[in-house]
T-cell receptor, first 114, second 108 residues
Framework: SAVISQKPSRDICQRGTSLTIQCQVD?????MFWYRQQPGQSLTLIAT?????????ESGFVIDKFPISRPNLTFSTLTVSNMSPEDSSIYLC???????????FGEGSRLTVL | RKEVEQDPGPFNVPEGATVAFNCTYS??????FFWYRQDCRKEPKLLMS???SGNEDGRFTAQLNRASQYISLLIRDSKLSDSATYLC?????????FGTGTSLTVIP
C-alpha cells in the first residue's frame, strides 16, 4: 500500500487568488493523479503528473488554470489559479498500487472559494 | 453515455438487512473493477476488488458480469458502520472511471 500526505487539508480562499496543494507519497511512483470531487459529485480526473515531463490534462482542464509540478518520484503539487467559487471542491491526490492496480488516495484538500 | 453509472440512492435500510448495489460500465474492454467506500468528508478507500469469478469478504460479496457489463455489491447483515457512499470504479487500461456513488444509511 501507499501512504499519501496532502496539505492543506482545507482552506478558505478569496476569489482571484491561487492555492497550491502538496502531495507527498511514501514510495517512488511513476504517475501521480489529481482528482476533483465537487459537492455531491463523483471524482473527475484533472491530470496525470509525470516525473520529468509535462502533466497530461483531461478534457476541460488546462495547464494555465491547474499548473502541476512533479519534481521527483514522491512529490507533486497542484495549483488552482485565479480561483472562483466554482472551484470550491475537494482535490485529491492519488497513486496506483504496483501489484494490486488499485488507487490510493490522499486525505484530500477541501477548498472553499468565497 | 457515462463510462460508469450507478443508482445514487439513497438506500435507507434497517440494521441486519441485506442490500445490493449495481453498477454498469460502457467500455467492454474494461480490465479491472473495484468497489470503494467513501465516508462523509473523507477520501475514498478500497472496499474490494471485483474478479470475474466473484469474490467474498465477510459480509461483502462482489460480482462481475462481463456479458452484461455490470458489477454488483451485496452487503449482508448490515451494520450501522456500513453507512457510507459506495463508489463503483472501472479501469479501462488507461484511466480509472468513477461512478457517482450510492449512498447507504443503515438505521438502528
Amino acid at each position: 500500500s501507499a501512504v499519501i500526505s496532502q496539505k492543506p487539508s482545507r482552506d478558505i480562499c478569496q476569489r482571484g487568488t491561487s492555492l497550491t496543494i502538496q502531495c507527498q507519497v511514501d514510495s517512488q511512483v511513476t504517475m501521480m493523479f489529481w482528482y476533483r470531487q465537487q459537492p455531491g459529485q463523483s471524482l473527475t480526473l484533472i491530470a496525470t503528473a509525470n516525473q520529468g515531463s509535462e502533466a497530461t490534462y483531461e478534457s476541460g482542464f488546462v495547464i494555465d488554470k491547474f499548473p502541476i509540478s512533479r519534481p521527483n518520484l514522491t512529490f507533486s503539487t497542484l495549483t488552482v489559479s485565479n480561483m472562483s467559487p466554482e472551484d470550491s471542491s475537494i482535490y485529491l491526490c492519488s497513486v496506483e498500487g504496483d501489484n494490486t492496480g488499485e488507487l490510493f488516495f490522499g486525505e484530500g484538500s477541501r477548498l472553499t472559494v468565497l | 453515455r457515462k463510462e460508469v453509472e450507478q443508482d445514487p440512492g439513497p438506500f435507507n435500510v434497517p440494521e441486519g438487512a441485506t442490500v445490493a448495489f449495481n453498477c454498469t460500465y460502457s467500455n467492454s474492454a474494461s480490465q479491472s473493477f473495484f468497489w470503494y467506500r467513501q465516508d462523509c468528508r473523507k477520501e475514498p478507500k478500497l472496499l474490494m476488488s471485483v474478479y470475474s469469478s466473484g469474490n467474498e469478504d465477510g459480509r461483502f460479496t462482489a460480482q462481475l458480469n462481463r456479458a452484461s457489463q455490470y458489477i454488483s455489491l451485496l452487503i449482508r447483515d448490515s451494520k450501522l458502520s456500513d453507512s457510507a457512499t459506495y463508489l463503483c470504479v472501472v479501469n479501462n487500461g488507461n484511466q480509472f472511471y468513477f461512478g457517482t456513488g450510492t449512498s447507504l444509511t443503515v438505521i438502528p
